[in-house]
Structures are given as C-alpha cells and as structure tokens.
C-alpha cells in the first residue's frame, strides 16, 4: 500500500531562521509527483511547492525548497527566513500518474516564535 | 471567479440520519476527491473521481457513499453506516489527477448529536 509519513507531529522555528520538514513515502512507483501543502488557521489549504519524481532537480518556491531523494523515497520542505505568516500545518502528498490517487501525510504544525 | 465550493460550512446531523456535503466546481476539473480531516489523523482519502460516472474507493470508504454524475459536482453522503462522522471534510480538484496541483473548498464541518 502507498503511505506518506510525516515523523514530526510539531515544529517549531526561531523568526527569521530555517526549519526542515520531513516526509517520507511508501511506493512502488516509478511516474509519481509529490507536494507540500500548507494549512493556516483558516483550514485552507494552499499549494506550497510540487515535485516531479523524474526530475532530479529539486523544487524551489522563493523561501521554500524541497530536498527530494527518490531512492531513500524522502521529500523534506526547507523554508528559509522564516516569517510569522508561515506558522501552519503542513502536509505532504503524494501521487501516482497512473491511478490518481491522491494521499496526505499526517501533518506537521509548524509553530513561528517572534 | 472560478474555484471550488463546498456547502454548507457547519452542518449538524442527529445520530442514525443520512447527510449529504455539497462540493462544486467551475474549473472544468475532470478528477475530484473528498477527503476526512480530524486531528493527528491528517488528511484522509474518502473516495475519488477522475472522470464522470466513475469513481473509487479511497483509504477510508466504509460508511460514505459518493455519485458523479456531473463534471461540476461530487456529493458526498454520510450515511448512518458511519460510526463517528463528527469531523472536518474537504472536498478537492484538479486538471486529470495525474500529478497536477490540486485546488480545495474550505470544508465542511460536520457536528453529529
């Protein structure tokens, strides 16, 4: 079965500083695409940053950048300069071209300290 | 504007009645998801549609049913089958459901007395 796992339930960051997120994924395979979305305390959800898993490259999005290591099946979100506005939870998702099958992990709250 | 709407925002239910949580969209989305969200569970998967008439099962299914019978709309129904309804639904789409970013409501929450 496909799974995404978020080992961290909290977070939190210094203003101003950088803080990782980790996300780890379960699947067999090869054509899939991963993203970090964010959820103030409005509960929308907003798209924070997208993946490919064919390109090696990794996604940046301004102040967010993932580090995406497909063999060890891992997608952490690194947000820089962090900024009150970013204090949220933030889920991982994963999906595979072929079936659409869209899951979430379980969800990080990231708390910003001023 | 376009987007995706789900109604109503608060909903409550007595215990033993069916329930059905509206979700439209005017992006011209052909794939819509539902998903449950209570809290330290994350996200999770109700059932899905990535074309009209046609849909699957998620992580979760027992106890919900779904119909898709138009582009625009993915009802979602609690049925009495459903042993703790009470929680937070969010209702999602996107292009085709092949990778591209999905757009969500700004979900349902649904109280059961």
């Known amino acids: 079965a496909q799974t995404v796992t978020q080992s961290q339930p909290e977070m939190s960051v210094q203003e101003a500083e950088t803080v990782t997120l980790s996300c780890t994924y379960d699947?067999?395979?090869?054509?899939?695409?991963l993203f970090w979305y964010k959820q103030p305390p409005s509960r929308q959800m907003i798209l924070v940053i997208r993946q490919e898993a064919y390109k090696q490259q990794n996604a940046t999005e301004n102040r967010f950048s993932v580090n995406f290591q497909k063999a060890a099946k891992s997608f952490s979100l690194k947000i820089s300069d962090s900024q009150l506005g970013d204090a949220a939870m933030y889920f991982c998702?994963?999906?595979?071209?072929?079936?659409?099958?869209?899951?979430f992990g379980q969800g990080t709250t990231l708390q910003v300290k001023p | 504007d376009g987007g995706i709407t789900q109604s109503p925002k608060y909903l409550f239910r007595k215990e033993g009645q069916n329930v059905t949580l509206s979700c439209e969209q005017n992006l011209n989305h052909d794939a819509m998801y539902w998903y449950r969200q209570d809290p330290g569970q994350g996200l999770r998967l109700i059932y899905y549609?990535?074309?009209?008439?046609?849909?699957q099962k998620g992580d979760i299914a027992e106890g919900y049913s779904v119909s898709r019978e138009k582009k625009e709309s993915f009802p979602l129904t609690v049925t009495s089958a459903q042993k703790n309804p009470t929680a937070f639904y969010l209702c999602a789409s996107s292009i085709q459901g092949r990778g591209e970013s999905a757009f969500f409501g700004q979900g349902t929450r649904l109280t059961v007395v």
């Open positions: 549609s990535q074309i009209v008439n046609d849909f």
């Open positions: 699947t067999s395979e090869s054509d899939y695409y």
């Open positions: 998702a994963y999906i595979p071209s072929n079936t659409g099958k869209l899951i």
